[in-house]
């Protein structure tokens, strides 16, 4: 049986070219775009003769020794977080990747999802090649190898043009970092500038970090190659309209980072400004509050667009460890108790508004209502900074299948009644899009230039569901992908 | 060179009496305490005929494994989380304390600090005892060894009253929990019930993490014995006015707990509330800021105080680990950028008030102020939710000594020029005060019932300052307690 | 339930002074006793002034890492090394045990067995004593700080007069190492000298490791100061007859020490060739082998004494772990498999004498036949270099209790059927004397200065065995001390 | 630059089909096989649907946990230990070597070295073959993926076809386990049974640890398919001499294993009897002694042949840890005495004959020598079992360059000289092809079936010299493979 091909979805990328201490600026980077993946973490680096890595599962904090920078000397380095898929503990599928082949040593970092992965991977094996990982971005790499042309600047828009889906990816050989964001520009990715050296990344935040001045974002369909003769930019491929992840402003980037164009904290806390504005209840709530962290800004936002106060009605716990001892089964909404703990005498008998920025399966809203129930508040309003959630994302969010989502399985008003909130609202994808354009981008130009699949089902790609449906019948893969 | 004594301060205890899965819910309860200390954790639990115990350095998480709980059997346990004292690598001032002596086995875990545990070393010295620890706790089970006394009840009062000073302490022995808080009562002690067994911890959230009722606070001055037989109070010290540590509500204690018979969070942000109301200066700013997570409370106070928005300028990362690879000298207020990032366009031109709990040695705060200016804040106007920190503590918080508190050695408008701030202020004592009575008392009643000593330097007990000068001149110690 | 006491029984110690790497060396000292245990490891340096220590379980080379040699700074240390007693994973027993008591600090190893520990630790108790471990090491310091004595050179004697057993022993204050010998000196403790730096260790092969010469065996009852004034003998303690260990020779010392007056190798040698002396069977066996690698020597003069050749018949591997997996029942003899091999081709259709030192419960005995037998040996003669073991020691020899002991409850036919031997044969106790005493001493005086008590049960002390029945009816501890 | 590659020199490869408990008994075949490498290890098993693989740095008890093999389900599974070269403390190299390709799943184990590699790598990146090791190994699997070839038993003899150099190899694939050596068959591999279960192994002491029957060698030039068919055995490849590495008998494999027809301890035994027979020195000598633990038998024998007792002059530590505290220059031959400790009273005075198996770099033996003159010898008489050692090895021995190996820069008496001893002598080829061929074989047969190219610098392949010297022009790769 072969193995699911795994995405390099929900991942971080960093790449620094030009500075005498590119690993170690390269460890900061991707520290800073933990959040975007905690399963394993890796660095290589170059000293313009040959490439050397260091990888390993965990926290960048953890698999990273002062030793190892020992070996990563040079002037140019990439990096990578990648998110963690329950029990897959294997190093195997860590990046960046790194190989040799005709023309040299190479290293891959991507953030995305081939959806074409299994077509090319099938044509890859007949043609001879091995695959080491269950990554789908070990087939850039083969492409790159099998193209036969010897300058990777040509090479890379040979390979990518082949893929469909999601790719924000950085490649190092010996003397040269190239940058790549597919046309549709899923996935973010900007360029920065630190003492001379070009830097790259997933997210602003991780300039800030390092002290580096934003330049720009590499648009999408651009290809940037950066050596000692400066950076060159391409656009190699057919245009095509730009599909960047309106959930990357939802939840998944960081609120300090800007992206596409737009600071994060400021359309979040737009969510929740359009949340209050589309209110559709009549309720008298004495305050609204978070989900800490990742809801505060919209609960902010809804604070100012409601006028009701804000608070911190529940109190986050952030010394959790990768291990907990499994209690007893004496404690009720244990799992979530270790996370949060509500503020009784500010629930007591009060009429709240929580705000969340979404709801997956439905399991840790049921437990943090109930927790604020337990503390005594009278009435729960729960408001949601997007539309449910009712398909899986294919370009680079990790997302259960359709069956777990339990905005594709119950409706709204099942959802409030299962989750023991008072009312429920969900913010309109309408609103969502006004949020994120703010001043500078009407809803309609949004619409037009962000997929929001996740909400709406229209895949801005094909899916090779028959393709999918026969492997299925042959056993050759879960659904999940599909 | 005898070592310096080292006090039990910045510790949170736990112990429970009468329940099957007593070592594990103590876990839980250290690991909801464990902001009153990171360096070491242990627990000892009580079969009924022998104590274990299991201790270590470091997080609750990582100290104990699944395995470490078989061992840890019965039906009553104890536990204890001790500060991260600089350099102070070794697991012998660990706790609890766990010893054999003439009438059985004992364990012990002591919040606070023993002003007069010098003299009572020396004298105990004398006597013949040794000592495997700096910690100042020893001193107790000296004291109850010594007594002669057989039942463990009457003892722990002889020796408590020797002591001055601060102690929340907890005593486990085979059949016996006991419990108890000196006569000033510097240190929160409450007691808790879950299914019928007694719960002791530091603060309320302890009990909320395993689903226990809040019963009560243990009494400044009283003793409380858990057997099988039940729960029995005394009273048996002298009584004095109590000096409860005011600056748990400012700093110390989580804002989800509830001490001295106030809740936290309320507290907390009465202190904001009041610190707009003495607001000197006639300031245009845009909106408020905390430096998250310690003072959002007393921002969102100010907040309301003032009519001001509330926002968050300042991002926190939680990703922190133990160990972090030392970067470059490339990289302008290197390790606050690890922890906190500005969000940029919203500082961008803009008047911020910054709202912080307290300034110790200045130094974080300067950087803080950097990375905002940086940012691009136009104005930054510093509001401080406490007097200066002009004193050192000796009651169970760590402080430096005077010369180190930067409330000690510059005035207001000095400190304001030294952090870099457009206007700086402090909430008023008096102000403290009325923040922490708020309805239940005037703040001439919290004057007469908290110690605020580290503001005022009017120390509750002697220092033994007669005697420390002594002892200084024949280098037997550091200056650092006196 | 009081715990058992728990002796120093199967250890090694260490000191030096005087030497600007004193820790290091020690370092190296303990690696070279680490056969006397594998337990716990430790360490502590005087810098003159103040004491350090680390400790830690497991091997030498895994408990000390370089950074701890950083804190160990001074010209004086000492180290210890403790034998594995199954099940007790705890700290707290390590040694050296390090205090502060009224004059100064103190740090102690010890290697013994105190057999009136329990009288004394109820008296010391008694006056207030409190106990952290159940080593009864412990109770020397107690004994010292309760002495008042404010001299260590006069309070260590009167200390250990107050001990009954087995006790070589280091103390290291800031200036000043003393070792002492008990008078019946059944340790072994000797004297080095490294370039001026006094070295004193329980075998002269950690002599060797650091280059130090020999310069004489710490007599029985002699107790010695080393300080910068230099080296101070004295023999405070009534004389006694010695009674020297002579299972050091047997088994556990190393075989390229020289202990007693007398190096390991030749004794153990000699040991074998009184056992081909004393062969009372007519056997043919085509040649000796060892149970490698303890009884090598034994079985070396098992074949000079008879004639026949030696060769390896069973292979040992040094690769085994600390954890091993437990696999599955399909294999046969499988725990003594991992350690041992039989070479088939040499073992096949042979008659064979194993030379073994020492029979304890059987099972190994068993298991090693069974797999001898299974390579095809054809014949099977077992001598054992000493006679059978039938009481248990209690002067620092780890012993089952009697029950366990195979030599206790079975007569040398019964053993021989047991383990599936064709014949068996235990050297006499007098050979072992004339082996011992070689051509120094004779067997009456061997029997003269030496104990056998665990062949003879002749035990040189009380036991205090009315005592220890008393405590047993109580339930006050297990049988196994006594 | 590219990286050298590296051979699969010096490991042990363990494969077993048809048990339950597959994976557990090749966790104690490669336990078995440690001495062949100490670098790595790893286990891949298969249930019959997919392969699962663990792999790690180090020790084959240190990779592995219990809660591995819950993942390593099946009943077939193979097994490697690597040697651990100096300074790759990557994992990318250990094996088995897993990967996915068109017709299903593949793991690879390896002993031995491809010595055309650089050629065969080349043409597989032309091909667009990526490389993710440094191995050699690596080339095997490619060859299989590229050759079209549906079944995996008529792939692996069309890529080992291609091969040149030593091959002892394992495939596992889900339903079927392979074994093949090369035509030469330079490394051992054998064939054993355990209740039905067909078992592969480089050395048969890894069939005794599983109580495995052995059943015969794999030949030279056969290919082993099992499968639940039943054992297919092939010779595709056309027939060649064999060359059978003569040093697994000096040095390599373990004494109680039967490699090539013959058993290791006995070869080894006839080395030193023949040692002893070409004696050319007219020495009179006190006793013969082995450097433990790996020249044992070999002095046996030469004790046997030249009537001198066997004594152990020097005892061999076996604590020894991965990482050693470094000491002091204070002490001589430092880092020998860890491992080796002279017996002083048996040295004393006396004229040795030492028995060593081989002299690399000579350093080694100037300190053990060294040892043995400070310990008192008199005269020291160096004798190793085999001639000197000029030539590297380029069939799966690890050696360093020929500028590195003593034998080829100087001459008998320079090394002798060079390493201090009275006298040296190296027995000759023909003394070695006579111990090894015994009463079986020839002098003349043995010459004819065995590679002593280490001796004799005959090389049975070309060695691409030419290729070589163009590609080190090119400074595409070290000296060190040519």
């Known amino acids: 049986m072969k193995p699911?091909?795994?995405?390099?979805?929900?991942?971080?990328?960093?790449?620094?070219?030009?500075?005498?201490?590119?690993?170690k600026l390269t460890y900061l980077g991707i520290y800073a775009l933990q959040h975007r993946g905690q399963e394993s973490a890796g660095i290589v680096a170059s000293d313009g003769k040959s490439l050397r890595g260091h990888r390993g599962?965990?926290?960048?904090?953890?698999?990273?020794?002062?030793?190892?920078?020992?070996?990563?000397?040079?002037?140019?380095?990439?990096?990578?977080?990648?998110?963690?898929?329950?029990?897959?503990?294997?190093?195997?599928?860590?990046?960046?990747?790194?190989?040799?082949?005709?023309?040299?040593?190479?290293?891959?970092?991507?953030?995305?999802?081939?959806?074409?992965?299994?077509?090319?991977?099938?044509?890859?094996?007949?043609?001879?090649?091995?695959?080491?990982?269950?990554?789908?971005?070990?087939?850039?790499?083969?492409?790159?190898?099998?193209?036969?042309?010897?300058?990777?600047?040509?090479?890379?828009?040979?390979?990518?043009?082949?893929?469909?889906?999601?790719?924000?990816?950085?490649?190092?050989?010996?003397?040269?970092?190239?940058?790549?964001?597919?046309?549709?520009?899923?996935?973010?990715?900007?360029?920065?500038?630190?003492?001379?050296?070009?830097?790259?990344?997933?997210?602003?935040?991780?300039?800030?970090?390092?002290?580096?001045?934003?330049?720009?974002?590499?648009?999408?369909?651009?290809?940037?190659?950066v050596s000692v003769k400066g950076v060159k930019s391409s656009k190699p491929f057919p245009p095509e309209d730009p599909r960047m992840c309106i959930f990357e402003f939802v939840?998944?980037?960081?609120?300090?980072?800007?992206?596409?164009?737009?600071?994060?904290?400021?359309?979040?806390?737009?969510?929740?400004?359009?949340?209050?504005?589309?209110?559709?209840?009549?309720?008298?709530?004495?305050?609204?509050?978070?989900?800490?962290?990742?809801?505060?800004?919209?609960?902010?936002?809804?604070?100012?667009?409601?006028?009701?106060?804000?608070?911190?009605?529940?109190?986050?716990?952030?010394?959790?460890?990768?291990?907990?001892?499994?209690?007893?089964?004496?404690?009720?909404?244990?799992?979530?108790?270790?996370?949060?703990n509500p503020v009784k005498e500010l629930l007591a008998d009060k009429s709240v508004v929580v705000v969340d920025d979404s709801i997956v399966r439905g399991t840790t809203s049921v437990k943090i209502i109930d927790l604020i129930r337990n503390a005594g508040a009278r009435e729960v309003h729960l408001r949601i900074s997007c539309p449910p959630w009712k398909y899986p994302c294919y370009y680079g969010i990790d997302t259960p299948t359709r069956e777990e989502l339990i905005g594709s399985s119950l409706d709204i008003d099942e959802i409030g009644r299962h989750i023991g909130v008072d009312t429920i609202y969900y913010l309109s994808l309408e609103g969502v899009r006004r949020a994120v354009g703010g001043r500078q981008m009407t809803p309609e130009e949004v619409a037009g230039r962000f997929c929001s699949a996740c909400f709406t089902g229209e895949y801005p790609t094909p899916l090779y569901k028959e393709y999918a449906k026969d492997m299925l019948e042959k056993g050759l893969f879960s659904s999940k992908m599909f």
């Not at 699911?4 to 690993?23: D, R, S, T, W």
């Not at 716990?317 to 108790?337: A, K």
Request: with cysteine; net charge negative; aromatic share 8%.
């Open 4 to 23: 699911l091909l795994k995405p390099a979805e929900e991942c971080g990328v960093f790449g620094i070219f030009g500075h005498p201490e590119a690993a």
């Open 57 to 225: 599962m965990g926290l960048v904090t953890d698999v990273f020794a002062e030793p190892d920078f020992d070996r990563l000397q040079g002037r140019a380095a990439v990096g990578h977080v990648r998110y963690s898929t329950m029990g897959d503990t294997s190093l195997t599928n860590a990046q960046p990747i790194k190989v040799d082949y005709l023309h040299g040593s190479l290293a891959v970092c991507h953030n995305g999802n081939i959806v074409n992965a299994l077509p090319l991977r099938e044509e890859l094996e007949a043609a001879g090649s091995i695959f080491t990982s269950t990554s789908d971005s070990e087939i850039v790499i083969h492409l790159i190898a099998q193209s036969g042309v010897r300058d990777l600047g040509e090479a890379v828009p040979k390979a990518l043009g082949r893929l469909e889906g999601a790719s924000s990816i950085l490649f190092l050989e010996e003397n040269r970092l190239i940058a790549a964001r597919d046309p549709r520009g899923w996935r973010p990715l900007c360029m920065g500038e630190l003492g001379g050296a070009v830097v790259l990344a997933s997210e602003t935040c991780a300039l800030d970090i390092i002290g580096a001045k934003f330049v720009r974002d590499v648009e999408p369909g651009e290809i940037i190659e």
């Open 251 to 340: 939840y998944f980037s960081r609120p300090d980072s800007r992206i596409f164009g737009r600071d994060v904290h400021r359309a979040r806390k737009a969510l929740g400004i359009e949340l209050a504005r589309e209110e559709p209840h009549d309720i008298e709530a004495d305050f609204v509050m978070p989900v800490p962290d990742s809801s505060n800004n919209a609960a902010l936002g809804y604070s100012e667009g409601s006028g009701l106060p804000f608070d911190f009605g529940i109190i986050r716990s952030h010394y959790i460890g990768r291990t907990f001892i499994e209690p007893t089964q004496h404690i009720r909404t244990f799992g979530t108790r270790l996370k949060y």
